[in-house]
């Protein structure tokens, strides 16, 4: 019989943003490397905002700017993400967040264009680098404070290393259809002796 999973909550994400309960065996050791897969869903980025006014802080009586996304696909691909990060997190025995020195290898599969060339190699010749897929440092931003929002790391700002692609779904390595796969290492902790 599985061991019961203690509740705790997630660290407090931004103001405005979706709160998740994430579940932590207390008997589940610090992974070393954990995966997380977040498909069918369209990547986007975090970043640009737009003024949209003040508000005046009910506590301190000062007038705050209010700033929104600018990309209306932030919030449904952020939120995607956190919620497959905890489903990931539960299939790997609920662990605790990890901590100390991560690097994180991402491969972002973005939805393809409505015209694609037949010929095979002009397809894998292109890659999804205009404007509209977004530059690839904001889709880490939104992508790493989702894995924080899971409970898959304590702060995004423990990833000291990241090795990242931006791929069609024909390109080797992509998923299916639009999503990112995830895999996040401790580099701080010993390899597990295969004979042990």
């Known amino acids: 019989m599985p061991a019961p999973?203690?509740?705790?909550?997630?660290?407090?994400p931004r103001r405005g943003k979706p709160r998740f309960t994430?579940?932590?065996n207390p008997h589940t050791p610090p992974p070393r490397e954990l995966y997380i897969v977040i498909p069918n869903h369209n990547p986007a980025p975090q970043g640009s905002k737009e003024y949209k006014g003040h508000r005046t802080d009910p506590t301190t009586g000062k007038r705050l700017p209010?700033?929104?996304?600018?990309?209306?696909?932030?919030?449904?691909?952020?939120?995607a993400a956190a919620r497959h990060t905890i489903r990931c997190r539960a299939a790997a025995g609920n662990p605790p967040p990890m901590d100390g020195i991560i690097q994180a290898d991402v491969i972002f599969t973005m939805a393809p264009p409505k015209n694609?060339?037949?010929d095979p190699a002009k397809r894998m010749?292109?890659?999804?680098n205009t404007r509209h897929y977004g530059d690839i440092d904001?889709?880490?931003r939104s992508t790493f404070d989702?894995?924080?929002?899971?409970g898959a790391i304590v702060e995004d700002s423990r990833i000291v290393r990241t090795v990242v692609a931006q791929l069609f779904p024909w390109h080797p390595g992509a998923?299916?259809?639009?999503?990112?796969?995830?895999?996040?290492v401790r580099t701080d902790l010993p390899l597990k002796d295969p004979t042990a």
């Open 146 to 150: 989702a894995l924080q929002e899971g």
């Open 125 to 128: 010749a292109m890659y999804p």
């Open 116 to 118: 694609v060339p037949a």
């Open 175 to 184: 998923q299916d259809q639009p999503g990112a796969a995830v895999r996040l």
């Open 66 to 79: 209010i700033l929104v996304e600018s990309s209306q696909r932030h919030g449904p691909w952020r939120e």
């Open 22 to 24: 994430v579940h932590v």
């Open 5 to 12: 999973a203690t509740r705790r909550r997630a660290p407090a």
């Open 138 to 140: 904001k889709l880490l």
